[in-house]
């Protein structure tokens, strides 16, 4: 296998309470279309993709509901690529959610915003303005 230098997030989870709920959140706040992941196996789980390209850059991932796996409280953020994270930010309330920490400057590495989904779990949005 070619020796190719990887960026730390190959992929990523989201655990929700409510499929439906979670995916209008973030199909309004990010302005894309969720799919239906095929489940593995026979596990008793719903999971929606968020778009992802194979030669795209960054990580894609899924939201995922999971008996047994509540979702909020935890201490992972992920954060999402945006051209101006105040864009994505100005969506999160009436898409059910809240900011917790508005866009501010993070020096030299451009901006960031904390927000709440609306399942409880802390997310970030990253823009370089």
């Known amino acids: 296998m070619e020796n190719k230098k990887f960026n730390p997030v190959a992929w990523f989870e989201i655990y929700v309470d409510d499929m439906e709920r979670a995916t209008k959140f973030y199909e309004t706040v990010f302005n894309v ?3 239906e992941m095929p489940v593995p196996g026979d596990a008793p789980m719903l999971m929606k993709s968020f778009p992802g390209f194979e ?3 960054g990580a894609s991932g899924t939201l995922v509901k999971m008996d047994g796996l509540k979702a909020g409280g935890n201490s992972t953020i992920v954060y999402f690529g945006c051209m ?3 864009v994505e930010e100005s969506r999160v309330v009436n898409a059910g959610g809240s900011v917790h920490q508005p866009k501010m400057s993070i020096g030299e590495y451009g901006f960031c915003s904390i927000i ?4 409880g779990n802390t997310v970030g949005l990253y823009s370089m303005n």
């Open 116 to 119: 709440m989904d609306s399942e």
């Open 33 to 35: 279309q969720l799919t």
């Open 84 to 86: 101006d994270c105040a």
């Open 55 to 57: 030669d795209g850059i």
